[in-house]
Structures are given as structure tokens and as C-alpha cells.
């Protein structure tokens, strides 16, 4: 045995000696981003005291993704690959894997295909390819038939989970990485031709129902609803305090999904242009959320409140947009956990006004900066094409 030989055995047995600290050697960190949701709402509920893998142990959190992977091909939301998991965790995850449940909620099932492409990229683990494209099987499957967007959570257990979800980003998400294999773009430059035209095949049927399903209000093209039903493909709602509307938060993730299109259609860019001018026409002046501090926090079962939230009038606040807007008249809905809409935001109960974000300023990024520079690209482009 050689010297290097040698050093590399003891370095094997020292990372193994470390255990969930230790950090991969010879491996670049994969990004994370698409978690981030899960992530997140894991911590809010069970807190972040518990060890966790590092950006660069790939293959550890890889690993976890795995063992997270249901046995249809599919992953349940909300779980934090990072977590250095117990010999009686991986136990029962491992059993969990027979549940039949899966869900595109919450930025899931796509952004695990997703990292374990690039985790393959950088070892060639050939577990890695398999479960991404059981993965990926598992969501060209559940693509809906009529209209071609992705259901929440197969098979449903809510009202909601079989409609046609684009909360979340479930559908333009789906597609943003279905684009990416059909084009055979990093991390997917391994995948095989016939994978590649698939993929492509559902992504001609996601953008045509994308386009079918924007909302058109008094005779102009506007957002798009959180949820359509399969089967009318009307806007339907989602969870009790979610009624059926048009969602700024959604919409912009759509608009953004078609913007990153390298060559729009006529219709992809009336879209786009009709869901700007929605915007434009959406926004809230004078008007600004207030957070004040409580003298004691409260926990409810997703979250600890330690503030509320209040809508105040403000002559030089920024512009602010509501979450959910009137299919008809385009008034900002509002509605509890009953599902009864309400007209004031005073009237929310407290666990859902500092549980939800009900206005926000999340279209502002993508009317100062984001749509004027894809108008100067597709300009750019229509030059060239005329020289």
C-alpha cells in the first residue's frame, strides 16, 4: 500500500470517527434552495435543536433523500434532508416508505430530482441516477390527463389534493425542472435521449394548460388561481381559509416560469404582459402591515406567535399587494379557517394573521428589475432575428 494510499484510508476512518460533523472530502456543496420550504416548515413545527449535515457532505443528505424516497417513486413534504437521523429514525422512515402518499407541495418531488442529479454529477453513484428517475417517473405519471398540470398530493387525502395546484409552485415548478431535462441543461446532461423527449412531451402539455388556466377578468388576461379542479378546470379552493381566487404569490412564480422561456411563443408573452398589467392594476397604495411585539407568546400547533400583525394606512408606505384577489372584481379576499370570507384584516383570527402572509410585497422585484430585463432580452432577440 502506498503512502497516499495510506493517508486515505486514515482519512476515511477519521470522517467516519466524526460521524454527522464530519465534511466530505473532494465534493462541492449542491445548493440547497429547493428545501428551503421543507425546511423550513419542519423547523417551525419541531424546532432546530438537532444536528445537521454540512452543505458539503453530499452524499449524506443524498442519502437521506433516498431514504425519505417512498417506494412509488414519490416523497412527502415538508422533511429536512440535512437532519443527522438516529438508528431508530431511519427505522421508521424506512417503514414509511410503504405509504402510498406523496406530495408536490411545497417545492417537493422536483427539487429532490434535482439534487440528486447533481450529487450523481459529482460521485456517479449509479443509486443516485435510479432513484431520481423513479422520481421522475413518478411525476410524468401524475401529470393530469385533461389539462397537463400536477395535482398537490397523490393519492389525496384533503378536497384539494388531486386539483390542478399551482400553489406552491407545484406545476411551474415541475416544469422549470422538466424544461431543464428536456434540454438536457446541468445537472441533467447524462440523462438519455428518450428521458429527454418525455420530459419535453410534458412540458408542450404543462405550458399549453398553463395558458388555458390564466384567469381572464372583465375581457384582460390576469393571474392565475391556486387550484383549478380537474375535471371543470374552475378555480377551486385549496385549504379553508384559501377560497377560490386569483393568487398574486403563485402568479408571479408562473410568470416567472414563462419568462425564463429561451424562446416565448406569441401567447406565452401575451400571458406574460397580461399578468403584468394584473399587477399593475393590483396594487395596494397607502396601506403597510405593522408588526407589534405581544408581552407573552403564543404557540399554536404550526407556529409560536411572539408579535401580531396589523394593516395600517400610510401615505408613503410602498406599494403592497394581497395574496388572494376576487375572480370578478378583483377586491382582496380574506377568509378564517372556517371558510367564511371576512372584509377586514383585523377580522383574521391571530394564528392565521401571524401564521400567513395575507399582503406582501412580492411583486415588486419582478416589476422593478425582473420584466423590464426580459423585455429588453426578447427586443435583443428580435433584432438578431432580423439581421
Known amino acids: 500500500m502506498t503512502r497516499k494510499m495510506i493517508r486515505s484510508a486514515l482519512l476515511g476512518v477519521l470522517l467516519g470517527m466524526l460521524g454527522g460533523q464530519a465534511v466530505a472530502a473532494g465534493y462541492t456543496a449542491v445548493s440547497l434552495q ?3 420550504d421543507g425546511i423550513k416548515h419542519w423547523r417551525n413545527r419541531y424546532g432546530d ?3 445537521k449535515y454540512a452543505p458539503e457532505q453530499i452524499r449524506e443528505i443524498a442519502n437521506n433523500v433516498l431514504l425519505y424516497q417512498r417506494l ?3 416523497w412527502i413534504e415538508n422533511r429536512d434532508p440535512t437532519r443527522v437521523l438516529s438508528y431508530a429514525e431511519k427505522a421508521q422512515i424506512q417503514e414509511e416508505q410503504k405509504i402510498e402518499s406523496a406530495s408536490f407541495d411545497n417545492r417537493n418531488v422536483y427539487s429532490q430530482i434535482e439534487y440528486l442529479a447533481a450529487v450523481y454529477g459529482q460521485t456517479g453513484e449509479a443509486r443516485y441516477r435510479e432513484a431520481l428517475l423513479r422520481g421522475l417517473d413518478f411525476t410524468l405519471n401524475n401529470q393530469h390527463k385533461k389539462c397537463g398540470g400536477w395535482p398537490h398530493t397523490v393519492p389525496g387525502e384533503q378536497s384539494y389534493h388531486p386539483y390542478i395546484t399551482m400553489a406552491d409552485e407545484v406545476t411551474s415548478g415541475v416544469l422549470r425542472t422538466l424544461r431543464k431535462i428536456a434540454a438536457g441543461s446541468a445537472p441533467f446532461a447524462f440523462m438519455p435521449a428518450a428521458t429527454r423527449a418525455r420530459a419535453g412531451a410534458a412540458v408542450k402539455r404543462g405550458d399549453a394548460c398553463v395558458l ?3 384567469i381572464v377578468q372583465n375581457g384582460q388576461l390576469a393571474g392565475w388561481a391556486g387550484q383549478y379542479h380537474p375535471d371543470t378546470l374552475l378555480p377551486a379552493n385549496g385549504r379553508s381559509f384559501e377560497l377560490a381566487s386569483i393568487v398574486s404569490q403563485e402568479s408571479i412564480e408562473m410568470l416567472r416560469y414563462l419568462m425564463g422561456i429561451d424562446k416565448p411563443t406569441p401567447a406565452q408573452i401575451r400571458a406574460i404582459e397580461g399578468g403584468v398589467k394584473w399587477f399593475e392594476r393590483s396594487a395596494l397604495k397607502g396601506l403597510k402591515i405593522e408588526t407589534v411585539k405581544l408581552d407573552q407568546p403564543v404557540k399554536y400547533e404550526y407556529h409560536t406567535a411572539t408579535t401580531d400583525r396589523l394593516l395600517v394606512e400610510d401615505p408613503a408606505a410602498p406599494l403592497l399587494w394581497a395574496r388572494f384577489y376576487d375572480l370578478k372584481d378583483n377586491s382582496v379576499v380574506l377568509a378564517n379557517r ?3 370570507r371576512v372584509a377586514k384584516y383585523a377580522d383574521i383570527h391571530h394564528e392565521r394573521r401571524t401564521g400567513y402572509a395575507w399582503y406582501g410585497q412580492w411583486p415588486a422585484k ?4 425582473e420584466y ?5 432580452r426578447l427586443q435583443r432577440a428580435s433584432v438578431l432575428n432580423q439581421k
Do not use: R, V
Request: charged share 20%; glycine share 16%; net charge negative.
Open 34 to 36: 429547493g428545501f428551503d
Open 49 to 51: 435543536k438537532y444536528e
Open 72 to 74: 412509488n417513486g414519490g
Open 212 to 214: 388555458q388556466l390564466q
Open 338 to 340: 372556517d371558510g367564511i
Open 366 to 369: 419582478l416589476l422593478d428589475s
Open 372 to 376: 423590464p430585463a426580459w423585455c429588453a
